[in-house]
């Protein structure tokens, strides 16, 4: 059997292009393998080739998304590939979520493919259901041994071999529900599991659970009259030109607005980067997402004691746990710094 012809996708940086500054960098098809390709190139062992490495830049990708999908697509379709694997992209939110494209697009051109990601990269709950993603590490410490298993499933798929379940081939569920023949009932199942739990043992559900951490509700505010109140938002609003390149999904970073001396917030210096909901009415007032204006008069008729000056903001569609929970933490260290009692959090 001929060696496979393999086409890569890379981002700018795994790309070896450049880092944040060369984000915006278009869809370009590099010849063999280049950057990270090249582990993806040395797991193929005799089973393929790269026969060609595409790379973009991932706000390029973010904020052109269908466009630079096609463009890609057609480079891909240009070196008739027999598979696409996309990435690894680990936790990098905006990799991932472009990697899923990629690879849903290339349906179209009848070509199986596979990538690979963090559980919590956004990546995986948009694209999971469509796309076969194998799971990582959060970076790239392990780069080959992620590549290995990324060609094992990828070759599985190019080859049109049976795909074994989640567990067994390495990738997240797709919420396919197929009929097997189980060595005994459910009912014998459920309770060898309980007798198992009950005696200490590992326990592995048919019906996987999500794990949410318990977090404890915070005291009351017992005398909004002395309180000072601050607003955050993760509904997106941004400064006139987002000067602080806040990501308008996949989100790894927020802004801080001054307020002070101001009764609201003018249309005309503010806009909206979410792109998970219709941003035209905020647009319009952004107080429908962000209530200055409400604050202010509460303020004035001592219903609270003060408005804190500084609105903090983000975006929250597709963004990680890990960076919203590393977001979270600065922005209460701002505010309990600032001597804040109390936060109205607002969203979409």
Avoid: W
């Avoid at 989100?251 to 909206?272: C, H, K, M, V």
């Avoid at 209530?291 to 983000?314: C, F, N, W």
């Amino acid at each position: 059997m001929p060696p496979l012809r393999v086409v890569c996708y890379v981002n700018q940086f795994f790309g070896q292009i450049g880092g944040e500054d060369k984000a915006g960098t278009g869809p370009q098809s590099l010849e063999g393998p280049v950057g990270a390709a090249r582990a993806i190139h040395q797991a193929l062992g005799d089973a393929g080739l790269v026969v060609a490495t595409l790379a973009c830049g991932d706000n390029y990708v973010a904020e052109r998304s269908e466009a630079a999908i096609g463009e890609l697509v057609d480079l891909a379709a240009g070196h008739a590939p027999d598979l696409l694997i996309a990435g690894p992209a680990f936790l990098a939110g905006r990799y991932g979520v472009a990697c899923g494209a990629l690879c849903a697009a290339a349906a179209r051109l009848g070509v199986p493919a596979v990538t690979g990601m963090h559980r919590e990269n956004p990546g995986v709950e948009l694209y999971r259901r469509r796309v076969y993603i194998v799971e990582t590490g959060a970076d790239a410490a392990r780069m080959l041994d992620d590549a290995r298993r990324l060609v094992a499933l990828g070759l599985k798929l190019a080859r049109r071999e049976a795909i074994a379940a989640p567990g067994v081939d390495g990738y997240f569920p797709r919420g396919l529900t197929r009929n097997t023949l189980a060595p005994a009932t459910a009912a014998r199942r459920a309770t060898a599991m309980l007798l198992d739990k009950l005696a200490g043992h590992a326990v592995s559900s048919e019906v996987p659970l999500p794990d949410f951490p318990t977090i404890a509700a915070p005291a009351p505010v017992r005398d909004l009259g002395h309180a000072t109140i601050a607003l955050v938002t993760d509904g997106g609003l941004v400064l006139k030109g987002n000067p602080d390149e806040i990501e308008p999904l996949a989100a790894t970073r927020f802004g801080a607005y001054s307020i002070e001396g101001q009764r609201g917030l003018d249309p005309g210096r503010y806009d909206n980067v979410h792109r998970g909901y219709d941003t035209t009415f905020v647009k319009q007032d952004p107080h429908r997402l962000v209530p200055v204006d409400v604050a202010r008069d509460m303020e004035g008729q001592g219903r609270i004691g003060k408005l804190h000056e500084t609105v903090y903001s983000t975006t929250g569609v597709a963004t990680t746990l890990a960076h919203s929970e590393r977001m979270g933490r600065e922005i209460a260290a701002k505010l309990r710094a600032a001597r804040v009692d109390a936060v109205i959090l607002t969203s979409t």
